[in-house]
């Protein structure tokens, strides 16, 4: 069975704390033309053709692109509306798709658990996955980039940049990590870690690849940098 993954947007009965919080979030910026990809850095990844990039989009406007885009629906629940996505085939985890690049002589492989949970994949076919994400990310017209935060403890805080190509994807984490509070956090951001959201592309030739499937999680420690494949 399909699951729906629903994003709430009523603020009818959050508490007042989180509703002020919701309502306050606005750093958000829009980038259009030939150079879009360099005001937000992702042309440092090779994304460099994509007319508009959506940067850290209010909920309000997440919720107007979701709409826009027929991302989903809008059902009425007991809190408040709230959007709705079908997950596809996926109604939760895909463990056995999760991959780790086995750098050697990196304190990665020497640190790392390898095994059924950490499965190592070369840096070869990490690399033949990047690229492919990248070629995907350059055939778009819009983009939605999402900067925040992981952990709250500003000793090991890190920066995360995601880059998604749908809104719904950019309101799922603007829900789950921390938020940026003003703009000037925004200025020169410069990740700690970046995940490529490409899960509308399946890995045709995974088995070439030895890959489990055609959906792939890669994660190269060393290099900083995740990508996703075919979890739509």
């Known amino acids: ?23 306050k979030y606005n750093v958000s910026s829009t980038y259009k033309g030939p150079n879009a990809c360099s005001h937000v ?32 629906v809008v059902v009425a629940a007991e809190y408040g509306e709230t959007f709705a996505v079908d997950t596809g085939k996926f109604t939760g985890r895909s463990p056995r798709d999760k991959w780790i ?7 990665s492989e020497k640190n790392i658990d390898w095994g059924k949970v950490n499965q190592p994949v070369s840096p070869q076919v990490f690399d033949k996955l990047y690229n492919k994400a990248i070629q ?16 709250a403890n500003s000793h090991s805080q890190k920066k995360i940049r995601f880059v998604h190509e749908m ?17 000037e956090e925004l200025k020169n951001f410069d990740p700690d ?15 070439e690849l030895g890959l489990q ?9 060393e290099e900083k940098v995740a990508v996703i494949f075919g979890t739509w």
């Open 136 to 151: 995907h990310f350059n055939t778009k017209e819009k983009i939605y980039i999402f900067d925040c935060y992981c952990g």
């Open 213 to 221: 499937s055609d959906v792939a999680i890669a994660f190269n420690i």
């Open 101 to 107: 690049v086995k750098n050697v002589g990196s304190e």
């Open 41 to 72: 850095g992702v042309d440092r990844l090779g994304i460099k053709n994509v007319d508009t990039v959506y940067h850290n989009l209010t909920f309000q406007q997440l919720f107007e692109h979701e709409i826009a885009n027929k991302e989903g």
């Open 1 to 23: 069975m399909n699951k729906l993954k629903t994003f709430h947007l009523s603020t009818a009965t959050i508490t007042p704390i989180i509703e002020r919080e919701r309502e």
């Open 167 to 183: 809104a719904w994807q950019q309101h799922f984490v603007t829900n789950m990590f921390i938020r940026p509070v003003s703009n």
């Open 193 to 207: 870690f970046t995940v490529i959201n490409a899960c509308s592309q399946c890995v045709e030739d995974w088995k």
